[in-house]
C-alpha cells in the first residue's frame, strides 16, 4: 500500500485525501448537504458522541470539507488540519482554543493589520494580553517572553514588507519558554515553506488567497498534530466559523495547481521585482528573491521560492503611491492577493489603514509604499502598465 510520507508533493496536491462514493466518480465529489442519515437510533448516538466514525452535519463533518483537509494536511506534513470559513476565522478558532484569560501572546509587530486589530482590541476583552517583537530580532523574541506566554505567532514573509523570520530559532525560544509557535503560511503556502518541518507547532493559511489561486472562494484552515488541533476543531464545532462544501471543493481544485502556479508566480515576481530596483523614482524594492533584501540567505536556507509578492516605496510618498495605482490600466485595485490576476494596493490606506500611524511606523509600513501581488500575466505587460503610472 502506498505511503504519503513517500510521495512528493506535486502527487499529495492531486491525489491526497481523494474519496469516492459507491459511484466510483474520478474527480472530488461535492456533497451540498446540510445533515447525513443514520440507520438507527443507536448510529445517531454513537456519532454525535464520537464513538463511531461518520458525517452528521456540515457545521462540523463533511466528505468534500475533510478531503481538503487532509490534502492540506499532507501537504504541510501535518496529522491533521481543520478548516475555516477564512483566514482570519483559522486565527481566531486556534486562539480561542488554546488561549484563556490571563494567557500572553508574542506577536510579530509586521502581522497584517486584521490579526493586530484581533489581538489588540478583541482578545484583549478576554483578558489576553501581547507584546510585539520585531520579526527578524531574536533577542527581542526572547525578552518580550512572560511567565504566561502561551503562544508566539508570526508570519513569514510578512505583509507587506516581506521580512522573512526564522522559524527555527524563533520556535527554539517559544518551546523554551513552553509556549507554541503558530506560523502564518499565507505568503508562500506549502508549496514553497512547510513551517512544521522546521519546529513550529501549528500552521495558519487563509486559503482564500494562493490555495484558490483565482480569487473565487475565502477560506482558512489550521495544521498541525492532532492534540492541537482536536481542541480547535471542538471549537468550530461549537461556534460554526467553519468552511463550506462548495468552497472546499474549490479549495481542493486549487491544491491541484497549487505548486505549478507558486513556480510561475515567483519567476514573475522576480523579474518584476529586478526591474523595480532599476527605476530612479523608487527608493526600495522589498522581495526574498533580492539579493539586497536584509534575510536573502535565511529565505534561501527556508524556502524553495521567493514567492509572488512584493512592495516598493515611491521617493514621492503617499501621492506619488497613489498616482501610480491610479495609473495602471491592467492591473487590478484590489486588497488582495494571491490571484492568476495582478493585484496593486496601497498597505496604509487598506490592508493597515485600521494601524494608528505610530503602529504604522513601528511596522515599517509608510505612505509611499505600494504592495503588488504578482500574478500570471506575461511580466513585460505588467512592466508597461507600471510604466504609465512612473
Not at 249 to 267: F, Y
Request: hydrophobic share 45%; aromatic share 8%.
Amino acid at each position: 500500500m502506498l505511503n504519503l510520507n513517500d510521495l512528493h508533493p506535486e502527487t499529495l496536491a492531486v491525489r491526497a485525501g481523494t474519496m469516492r462514493s459507491e459511484f466510483g466518480e474520478h474527480s472530488d465529489a461535492l456533497y451540498l448537504t446540510s445533515s447525513f442519515v443514520v440507520g438507527s437510533a443507536e448510529e445517531a448516538a454513537l456519532k454525535f458522541t464520537g464513538q463511531m466514525p461518520g458525517y452528521i452535519y456540515s457545521r462540523f463533518t463533511n466528505p468534500t470539507v475533510a478531503a481538503f483537509e487532509q490534502r492540506l494536511a499532507a501537504l504541510e506534513c501535518g496529522e491533521r488540519a481543520v478548516a475555516t470559513a477564512s483566514g482570519m476565522s483559522a486565527i481566531l478558532a486556534l486562539c480561542m482554543a488554546h488561549l484563556k484569560s490571563g494567557d500572553h501572546i508574542v506577536a510579530s509587530s509586521g502581522l497584517f493589520g486584521a490579526t493586530i486589530q484581533l489581538f489588540n482590541t478583541y482578545l484583549a476583552k478576554f483578558g489576553v494580553t501581547v507584546s510585539y517583537a520585531a520579526q527578524t530580532d531574536l533577542s527581542a523574541w526572547e525578552a518580550a517572553a512572560q511567565a504566561n506566554t502561551k503562544l508566539f505567532f508570526l508570519e513569514t514573509p510578512n505583509n507587506p514588507l516581506t521580512e522573512i523570520a526564522d522559524i527555527a530559532a524563533i520556535a527554539e525560544i517559544a518551546h523554551r519558554h513552553g509556549a507554541m509557535l503558530a506560523v502564518d503560511n499565507c505568503f508562500c503556502s506549502p508549496a514553497l515553506q512547510q513551517p512544521l518541518k522546521l519546529g513550529a507547532d501549528l500552521v495558519v493559511h487563509s486559503a482564500t488567497k494562493f490555495i484558490d489561486g483565482q480569487g473565487r472562494v475565502l477560506g482558512g484552515a489550521v495544521v498541525g498534530n492532532h492534540a492541537l488541533i482536536e481542541p480547535i476543531y471542538l471549537f468550530l464545532r461549537t461556534a460554526g466559523p467553519t468552511l463550506s462544501a462548495f468552497n472546499a471543493w474549490v479549495l481542493l481544485k486549487g491544491l491541484e495547481t497549487l505548486g505549478l502556479r507558486m513556480k510561475a508566480h515567483c519567476e514573475n515576481a522576480l523579474k518584476l521585482a529586478q526591474w523595480l530596483e532599476m527605476q530612479p523614482q523608487i527608493a526600495r524594492v522589498y522581495y526574498p528573491g533580492l539579493p539586497s533584501h536584509p534575510q536573502y540567505d535565511l529565505a534561501q536556507r527556508q524556502q524553495t521560492g521567493a514567492g509572488g509578492v512584493l512592495s516598493f516605496e515611491l521617493k514621492g510618498g503617499k501621492a506619488a503611491a497613489w498616482a501610480l495605482i491610479d495609473a495602471v490600466q491592467l492591473m487590478s485595485r484590489t486588497a488582495n492577493l494571491g490571484d492568476t490576476r495582478t493585484t496593486i494596493t496601497h498597505p496604509a490606506t487598506t490592508s493597515h489603514g485600521r494601524l494608528t500611524p505610530e503602529a504604522r511606523a513601528a511596522a515599517g509600513i509608510s505612505d509611499g509604499m505600494v504592495r503588488i501581488s504578482v500574478g500570471l500575466e506575461y511580466t513585460d505587460d505588467l512592466i508597461q502598465d507600471l510604466l504609465t503610472g512612473l
